[in-house]
């Protein structure tokens, strides 16, 4: 049996439906800032299960309470009140946004994002969603509709009705596209897949002024910025920015599969009209519960804001002419590039460390944010190494 098992790439495929593409490693451990191929190799992981991962791989606190959570109650319907939905509910209360004061709980990000699109049309009666041009949001068919590449619906037409994308950071364009038949904005603080481009100031302020005017709701995803990845525990906190709904998932249970709508008192949403078989299972609750007040603890968002300084600073004054620009925000990090970023990615496999990209030249760093200074140190040296070879 040992033999037959021994090759997982080969078992894979030949059963897996392969949507992903392949690294051609086989990862089978984990354990702070890295991961352990098939073969015993160590990698420092700097992409973080696509940033969910921000507690780093094996956290005691993490594995204690899904540990504790699995042996007393897995699975709890809706229709009940529940000791760790209860906690956790309070919890991200307490650490979101004013004016968030209620919670619709799912599995993923693409799920919270359904939640909010249906949720702004519900409660204003109107259809039409503006996105900005380079966002993502997912990839169920309300998300993708929001999500501006083609790429990402090749194949899936038609999609849902009523969507418009606008460009990015251009006060302008929202004062266009915004209007009375608006039923909701959807913005991401932080582009992560469109290429790690931060919003500005002025453009987030805008945006809050006319969806207030207009009445169309403001719908903010922190999907990947959210839970201390920015250097806040929101991205939308540097702005002091008050979203309608909040988006979030990925590292809101420290890896464990769930996510979350936040909602203000603007949105009004009647019994039958959302629901979820797995949306908020006590086992994930307890996860989240606990991975939100490790972050607290141990000050991921402080680490990840002074950790991205440094790596910025170092990169910068490495001044390597293959770079086109830096753009950073706690550990969240893109640098843009004057070629392909796969080659400098597959480099940096090839020397123990795990990249990802965000679009063709935009090589990403999303690091755990429990990655210690001399960790970050040698991811740091190793990608002046690695760019220093292409310019």
């Given at each position: 049996?040992?033999?037959?098992?021994?090759?997982?790439?080969?078992?894979?495929?030949?059963?897996?439906?392969?949507?992903?593409?392949?690294?051609?490693i086989t990862l089978v451990r984990g354990e702070g800032s890295r991961v352990w191929d098939s073969q015993g190799r160590?990698?420092?992981?700097?992409?973080?299960?696509?940033?969910?991962?921000?507690?780093?791989?094996?956290?005691?606190?993490?594995?204690?309470?899904?540990?504790?959570?699995?042996?007393?109650?897995?699975?709890?319907?809706?229709?009940?009140?529940?000791?760790?939905?209860?906690?956790?509910?309070?919890?991200?209360?307490?650490?979101?946004?004013?004016?968030?004061?209620?919670?619709?709980?799912?599995?993923?990000?693409?799920?919270?994002?359904?939640?909010?699109?249906?949720?702004?049309?519900?409660?204003?009666?109107?259809?039409?969603?503006?996105?900005?041009?380079?966002?993502?949001?997912?990839?169920?068919?309300?998300?993708?509709?929001?999500?501006?590449?083609?790429?990402?619906?090749?194949?899936?037409?038609?999609?849902?009705?009523?969507?418009?994308?606008?460009?990015?950071?251009?006060?302008?364009?929202?004062?266009?596209?915004?209007?009375?038949?608006?039923?909701?904005?959807?913005?991401?603080?932080?582009?992560?897949?469109?290429?790690?481009?931060?919003?500005?100031?002025?453009?987030?302020?805008?945006?809050?002024?006319?969806?207030?005017?207009?009445?169309?709701?403001?719908?903010?995803?922190?999907?990947?910025?959210?839970?201390?990845?920015?250097?806040?525990?929101?991205?939308?906190?540097?702005?002091?920015?008050?979203?309608d709904i909040m988006c979030l998932a990925k590292s809101i249970a420290g890896g464990f599969p769930m996510g979350a709508?936040?909602?203000?008192?603007?949105?009004?949403?009647?019994?039958?009209?959302?629901?979820?078989?797995?949306?908020?299972?006590?086992?994930?609750?307890?996860?989240?519960?606990?991975?939100?007040?490790?972050?607290?603890?141990?000050?991921?968002?402080?680490?990840?804001?002074?950790?991205?300084?440094?790596?910025?600073?170092?990169?910068?004054?490495?001044?390597?002419?293959?770079?086109?620009?830096?753009?950073?925000?706690?550990?969240?990090?893109?640098?843009?590039?004057?070629?392909?970023?796969?080659?400098?990615?597959?480099?940096?496999?090839?020397?123990?460390?795990?990249?990802?990209?965000?679009?063709?030249?935009?090589?990403?760093?999303?690091?755990?944010?429990?990655?210690?200074?001399?960790?970050?140190?040698?991811?740091?040296?190793?990608?002046?190494?690695?760019?220093?070879?292409?310019?």
């Open positions: 049996m040992t033999s037959v098992l021994a090759d997982y790439a080969a078992i894979q495929q030949d059963h897996e439906l392969d949507v992903y593409g392949k690294r051609g160590a990698y420092l992981d700097c992409i973080a299960g696509q940033g969910a991962a921000n507690l780093g791989h094996g956290h005691p606190a993490l594995i204690e309470a899904i540990t504790q959570q699995a042996k007393t109650l897995i699975s709890c319907p809706g229709a009940f009140y529940n000791d760790q939905k209860a906690l956790l509910l309070k919890e991200l209360i307490s650490i979101a946004p004013e004016g968030l004061n209620r919670a619709f709980l799912t599995n993923s990000g693409t799920e919270s994002v359904e939640a909010a699109l249906k949720f702004a049309r519900i409660s204003t009666g109107r259809t039409q969603i503006v996105a900005a041009k380079r966002g993502f949001h997912g990839r169920t068919f309300g998300a993708m509709s929001a999500t501006f590449n083609p790429k990402y619906a090749k194949g899936s037409h038609p999609l849902v009705p009523d969507f418009t994308h606008i460009a990015f950071n251009k006060v302008e364009a929202l004062q266009e596209a915004v209007t009375q038949e608006t039923a909701g904005l959807i913005l991401e603080v932080v582009q992560g897949e469109g290429g790690v481009f931060p919003a500005d100031a002025a453009y987030l302020e805008e945006a809050r002024r006319i969806c207030d005017e207009t009445g169309a709701l403001l719908i903010i995803d922190e999907v990947q910025t959210g839970f201390a990845r920015t250097g806040e525990m929101f991205a939308c906190q540097h702005f002091q920015l008050r979203p709508t936040l909602v203000n008192e603007k949105v009004m949403v009647k019994v039958g009209q959302h629901g979820s078989t797995f949306g908020g299972n006590p086992l994930a609750c307890a996860a989240s519960l606990t991975a939100i007040r490790v972050m607290k603890h141990e000050d991921l968002a402080g680490n990840a804001a002074r950790l991205g300084a440094l790596f910025k600073r170092a990169l910068e004054e490495a001044n390597l002419p293959v770079v086109r620009d830096i753009r950073q925000m706690g550990l969240m990090i893109g640098v843009e590039l004057k070629v392909k970023a796969r080659t400098a990615i597959t480099a940096m496999m090839e020397r123990g460390i795990l990249t990802l990209p965000a679009g063709a030249t935009v090589l990403r760093l999303l690091p755990p944010l429990t990655i210690t200074e001399e960790d970050m140190e040698h991811v740091t040296q190793t990608l002046i190494s690695v760019l220093g070879d292409l310019s």
